[in-house]
């Protein structure tokens, strides 16, 4: 089985720039009519986590939006616009991230999901269920619109991780709670969602993306790129490989490679448009990773949890006491008293959606003082091995394990 990916430039968000490049991506897959045909119902998806502005880079910029929507209007579809926020209702979302202008414009309906229906996904056990919001169900056409960002446990949230919003308001939190840090289970459920809801086309905003601390309060960072294809977890693969990534480092790819759904295999990917190394970058930050304990008997867990993993914590200077992590927080871990933001740790299920969702960028990630001392380790190695090698003037080799381009040098120096 193979899939086409395209790959395609675009430096800015300029309307017509963005919509001759959203139209080139979708030609090279065959137009918008071999999705879209007269009076289908078409169901916009991108990602409206929170309110802001779109040069936050939080969201989908609302251009990509407005350019697919005007694409599916032409080709005949009836297109409305539909997400789930956690916590406010979707159509502030709208409103703070600038997609109102042009929803008024295209006479655009916004969908919020909240009605769900039961998905028996075959499987056994706690994902043998799970409960997808009925409007990209029934839609006709789902048209898939992730922004380009970095997770603290998901490393990336691009294709398959953008229809989590399929799951309804606060059901999306309860997963990180059935879950409970496991996040091969959780790699799954996001996998059986998106199959769940299977879109028709994804069309992914790397114009400017997000790295460091995603997915919200991360870096922006230009890519100036548009990626488009039919299956999720190609695109997610190929995107990967575009950040000198291996695609066997998201959850999600290897949940999805398990059983057998989508393209895993890159060389069953044929790329379009322009050529993948005219756009791969070496030095994407991703988020810290995040240490597990899960294999250890639990009285080891306890033991070593804050010495190996990662944990919420406050930056009391950006901190607005507003309340939203602790209305986020499934376990009641945090409680605000007076203006000050506490968290018990033994409640904590370490699910980072208060880091997700803080509108001020409060909520850190703070690693375990073993991995940080192992972290600062690896840090003080790499720089001395930029400095000269006694007697030869040349340098040593910076360690780049994660990246293909890494790995490849290294066959090639055996040789």
């Not at 400017?208 to 488009?228: F, K, S």
């Not at 294809?229 to 990534?245: K, P, Q």
Request: charged content about 25%; aromatic content about 6%; overall charge positive.
């Amino acid at each position: 089985m193979t899939t086409t990916v395209v790959i395609e430039k675009c430096d800015s968000y300029d309307p017509a720039e963005v919509y001759q490049a959203v139209k080139r991506c979708v030609d090279l897959l065959g137009g918008m009519s071999r999705f879209v045909q007269p009076g289908k119902r078409v169901l916009l998806k991108p990602n409206l986590l929170v309110g802001v502005p779109p040069e936050k880079v939080t969201v989908t910029h609302p251009e990509i939006v407005r350019a697919v929507a005007s694409l599916a209007q032409e080709a005949g579809g009836e297109v409305s616009v539909g997400d789930s926020p956690c916590l406010k209702p979707l159509k502030e979302n709208l409103t703070k991230s600038g997609y109102d202008p042009f929803m008024r414009e295209l006479g655009l309906k916004a969908v919020p999901f909240e009605e769900v229906r039961r998905i028996n996904t075959g499987l056994d056990g706690l994902l043998g269920h799970i409960e997808v919001a009925t409007a990209p169900l029934e839609a006709d056409v789902v048209i898939n619109l992730p922004k380009l960002k970095t997770h603290a446990t998901m490393y990336l949230t691009v294709a398959v991780k953008n229809l989590f919003g399929c799951v309804a308001g606060k059901r999306k939190v309860e997963w990180h709670f059935k879950t409970d840090k496991n996040y091969e289970h959780f790699g799954m459920a996001l996998v059986q969602i998106a199959k769940a809801v299977s879109p028709a086309l994804t069309i992914v905003d790397a114009i400017m993306a997000m790295e460091g601390n995603g997915p919200y309060a991360g870096t922006p960072r230009r890519l100036g790129v548009i990626v488009a294809g039919t299956d999720c977890v190609a695109i997610d693969a190929v995107v990967c490989r575009m950040l000198s990534l291996r695609p066997d480092i998201l959850y999600t790819h290897k949940a999805a490679k398990q059983i057998g759904w989508g393209v895993t295999d890159l060389k069953e990917i044929e790329l379009k448009g322009v050529l993948l190394e005219e756009v791969r970058v070496s030095d994407f930050k991703l988020a810290r990773v995040i240490v597990r304990l899960l294999a250890a008997p639990l009285f080891t867990r306890r033991l070593l949890r804050n010495a190996f993993t990662a944990r919420p914590r406050v930056d009391r200077k950006a901190c607005k006491a507003c309340w939203v992590c602790a209305e986020v927080c499934t376990t009641k871990a945090i409680s605000i008293k007076g203006k000050k933001v506490s968290i018990d740790y033994d409640k904590c299920i370490r699910c980072f959606c208060c880091q997700e969702i803080c509108p001020h960028g409060a909520m850190k990630v703070r690693e375990g003082y073993l991995v940080w001392l192992l972290h600062q380790g690896s840090v003080l190695r790499e720089s001395l091995s930029m400095l000269p090698l006694a007697g030869t003037g040349k340098r040593a080799r910076t360690d780049t394990r994660l990246t293909e381009e890494g790995r490849a040098k290294k066959k090639a120096s055996k040789k």
